[in-house]
C-alpha cells in the first residue's frame, strides 16, 4: 500500500498565473480533504471532497477549487496566485465513516 | 471562532526523560482529538487519537490525556528518542470527521542526546 501520494513534490509558479496539484488517497479510502500549511504554521483546512463532491469547505477564497474523480483521486487548483499562496499544499484521505485521516507528504508551492 | 492552541511552541529534552507537550482548545463541541507528528519535509503523521467521552488512552511509549472541563489536551512521551524530535500538533474535529480538522501551531521538540 502506497499510502496518500501528491505530485509534484515541488512547483514555482509567478505572480497570476494558476496551478494544479494532484492527490491519491490511500487505498480503500473514499474522503479527500486538502490543507494549506504556511511555513511555522499548522495546517489550514481547505476543502474536503466525497463522492466527487466539495462537502465542507474552510475559509478559503473561490480562486481555490477542486475535483474529485470516480477512482476517489483528487486534483487542487488555485487561479491568479498570490504570494501569500506560497506555502505546503497537504492531502488527507480518510473513510468517510472512520477516524483517522492519513496525510501525504505534500506539494512545496513557491509563488515568485 | 474555532482554535486550537499549544501552549509552548518549543521544548527540549534530555534522550531517556519523558516528554509532555501541552495543548489548549476552545470549542466545546469538539469530539475527536488527533495527535500528529511532522518531521521536516514530510506530512503530518498519526500518533494517537481520543475521543470526548474518555479521558486517557495509551499507546506504544505515548500516552494521551483529555479533560473537558478546562478543554486541555496533553501528549506524553515515555523515554523519548532522538527519533522524536518533531513538530508536534494537536487537532480538533467536530462529528468525528478526521479529514476536516482544525490544528494550533505545533510544539517543536527537541531531544539532546
Known amino acids: 500500500d502506497a499510502g496518500v501520494t501528491q505530485s509534484p513534490t515541488h512547483l514555482i509558479k509567478t505572480r497570476g498565473q494558476q496551478v494544479t496539484l494532484r492527490c491519491s488517497p490511500k487505498?480503500?479510502?473514499?474522503?479527500v480533504s486538502w490543507y494549506q500549511q504556511a511555513l511555522g504554521q499548522g495546517p489550514q483546512f481547505i476543502f474536503q471532497y466525497y463522492e466527487e463532491e466539495e462537502r465542507q469547505r474552510g475559509n478559503f477564497p473561490d480562486r481555490f477549487s477542486g475535483h474529485q474523480f470516480p477512482n476517489y483521486s483528487s486534483e487542487l487548483n488555485v487561479n491568479a496566485l498570490l504570494l501569500g499562496d506560497s506555502a505546503l499544499y497537504l492531502c488527507a484521505s480518510s473513510l468517510t465513516q472512520g477516524d483517522n485521516a492519513f496525510f501525504g507528504p505534500g506539494t512545496r508551492l513557491t509563488v515568485l | 471562532g474555532e482554535s486550537v492552541g499549544l501552549h509552548l511552541p518549543t521544548l527540549s529534552v534530555q534522550e531517556g526523560d519523558n516528554s509532555i507537550i501541552n495543548c489548549a482548545y476552545s470549542n466545546s463541541a469538539s469530539d475527536y482529538f488527533i495527535w500528529y507528528k511532522q518531521e521536516s519535509g514530510k506530512g503530518p503523521q498519526f500518533i494517537i487519537d481520543i475521543r470526548s467521552n474518555m479521558d486517557k488512552r495509551q499507546g506504544q511509549r505515548v500516552t494521551v490525556l483529555l479533560n473537558k472541563t478546562v478543554k486541555h489536551l496533553s501528549l506524553q512521551i515515555a523515554a523519548t528518542q532522538p527519533g522524536d524530535s518533531a513538530v508536534y500538533f494537536c487537532a480538533e474535529n467536530i462529528e468525528t470527521n478526521a479529514g476536516k480538522s482544525t490544528f494550533g501551531d505545533g510544539t517543536t521538540l527537541t531531544v539532546k542526546p
Open positions: 487505498s480503500g479510502h473514499d474522503t
